[in-house]
């Protein structure tokens, strides 16, 4: 079955503390990866894709096929980081997104 | 650049009735796909629409239908409703329905069936 998988449902760190925002998936084929994230009283929006191999707000994820992950990383996470993450993994007309992770960035 | 509205924001209605929720796409944009986000979940794909036909469906019901205008707005039918249908209800808009297009969300409709 296609799923994508988000073990953690609240992160808390202190600014300026690394984070680590886990993502697993299992879908047939070769998905598409992707990061959105929702701010406070903000629309879900795109926070980056695989393809595009770049980093915004600077945050990375790294694709490991093997493990069939995508996590989402930044080393120095700040307050305004604060907000709900959500994997999401793409095989054509279908996105299917993980349950989210609350991320908590604690002053 | 216009972005993906969504209406009415709030809805309450009776276990049994029939919802209409209206979509607005992203200018240039010509597919939309609905979501299902129950509290505490992630959305959950209902279909998408490409180019005015059903491009694609997720394991919801028949009830569930929708249609898609020349101007690639959209509409989300839900007949019969239950209780289990009340959540958010997101409609995102994308260039094409390809794998590598990303999503542009609405702020959603929250639908409550009492």
């Known amino acids: 079955a296609q799923r994508v998988t988000q073990p953690e449902k609240l992160l808390s760190v202190f600014k300026g503390a690394p984070v680590e925002l886990k993502c697993n998936y299992s879908?047939?084929?070769?998905?598409?990866l992707f990061w959105y994230v929702q701010y406070s009283r903000q629309r879900l929006q795109l926070l980056l894709r695989?393809?595009s191999r770049e980093s915004i707000k600077g945050f990375t994820a790294d694709l490991n096929k093997g493990e069939t992950s995508f996590h989402l990383k930044k080393p120095f996470a700040q307050e305004e980081d604060s907000a709900m993450y959500y994997c999401?993994?793409?095989?054509?007309?279908?996105?299917?997104f993980g349950a989210g992770t609350r991320l908590f960035v604690k002053a | 650049e216009t972005g993906v509205t969504q209406s009415p924001t709030h809805l309450i209605k009776t276990r049994g009735q029939q919802v209409t929720l209206r979509c607005s796409s992203q200018s240039g944009h010509n597919t939309v796909s609905w979501y299902q986000q129950a509290l505490g979940q992630g959305p959950q794909f209902i279909f998408q629409y490409y180019r005015e036909e059903e491009n694609g469906r997720g394991n919801f019901p028949p009830r569930f239908s929708g249609l898609q205008f020349p101007n690639y707005s959209s509409e989300l039918n839900v007949n019969a409703l239950e209780l289990d249908d009340s959540a958010l209800y997101l409609c995102?808009?994308?260039?094409?329905?390809?794998?590598?297009?990303?999503?542009?969300f609405g702020n959603g409709t929250r639908l409550t069936v009492t």
């Open positions: 995102a808009s994308s260039l094409s329905g390809g794998r590598n297009s990303p999503l542009h």
């Open positions: 999401a993994a793409t095989g054509g007309f279908k996105t299917i």
């Open positions: 695989h393809i």
């Open positions: 879908y047939s084929g070769s998905p598409e």
